[in-house]
């Protein structure tokens, strides 16, 4: 079953075309990776299915009905949830605190007061479930580490009810131990298979590592489609060498 689908979606800033006719196609469960240089369009791409940007042209489907993303709580509302790298976690809040961020649990309705021991108790039983490791619900987002942050903003979403994760640079600066955190908790996500997710990155090996099929984007289209067994590293590198080389000639013969 498919959990998503874009048919040539395009979509242009003045005379900038930031995406041409992108169809993509995310099935239940799976996890896509999504590759591109920088400018091939994966941001306009995700600001589309974030609710965002609006594409110019083209069809968004989600399980099979089509849809008009009109902002970006629509699309929450509809199950899409974006994880970007400033994660929009409250660095002096702490760990409970952030995971119940603007949907707070209160005593005696919503003017109440905080129901803190609520909160943290839920808290404790989703990360649990999870198995996120951190040294306790009450330290400051501040005080962990990259991987730990990373990995409280993914199991906010799924306690949020997603249903499709959008993953912009999961481990992006980071070490190769946070990484690890990270990736770890994108194949316990597989496992399940409750959540469709698409891994926007640069590392191919990692890419690999947990992603079950490839998409290409160049130049605003999707060049390239494949499942991770049927392709290699080397053939990804071969086809962004390509695509740089025929950029270059493009610049020398102007």
């Known amino acids: 079953m498919e959990a998503l689908r874009t048919e040539n979606l395009s979509k242009a800033f003045g005379r900038v075309v930031a995406l041409k006719k992108a169809s993509v196609r995310l099935e239940q469960g799976e996890v896509l990776g ?6 091939a369009g994966k941001s306009t791409l ?23 993303l009109r902002s970006v709580s629509h699309a929450r509302a509809l199950g899409i949830e974006p994880v970007y790298q ?3 976690l409250i660095n002096e ?9 603007q949907r707070e649990i209160r005593s005696w309705g919503p003017l ?26 009450d330290v400051q987002i501040s005080k962990l580490s990259g991987g ?27 070490g190769v131990k946070e990484s690890a955190i990270i990736l770890d908790l994108i194949r316990r996500l597989k496992d399940k298979g409750e959540v469709s997710i698409i891994v926007v990155a640069h590392n191919y090996a990692q890419i690999f590592d947990v992603c079950d099929r490839i998409n ?7 060049s390239f489609n494949s499942r991770t067994s049927d392709t290699s590293i080397e053939e990804l590198t071969r086809l962004v060498v390509d695509e740089y ?8 013969n102007t």
């Open 34 to 39: 999504l590759l591109g240089d920088n400018g």
């Open 46 to 68: 995700m600001k589309i299915l974030t609710g965002f940007h609006r594409p110019d042209s083209g069809r968004i489907l989600l399980r099979g009905q089509e849809v008009h």
């Open 86 to 88: 400033d994660l929009a």
């Open 93 to 101: 809040l702490n760990v409970y605190r952030n995971m119940f961020l």
């Open 112 to 137: 109440g007061i905080l129901n803190d021991s609520l909160m943290r108790s839920k808290a404790k039983e989703h990360l649990t479930a999870m198995r996120v490791n951190i040294p306790s619900l």
């Open 148 to 174: 730990q942050r990373q990995a409280i903003a993914v199991a906010r979403s799924v306690f949020s009810d997603a249903k499709i994760l959008l993953l912009d640079e999961p481990t992006a600066a980071m």
């Open 216 to 222: 290409l984007l160049q130049n605003g289209e999707i």
């Open 245 to 252: 080389r025929a950029a270059r000639e493009r610049v020398t």
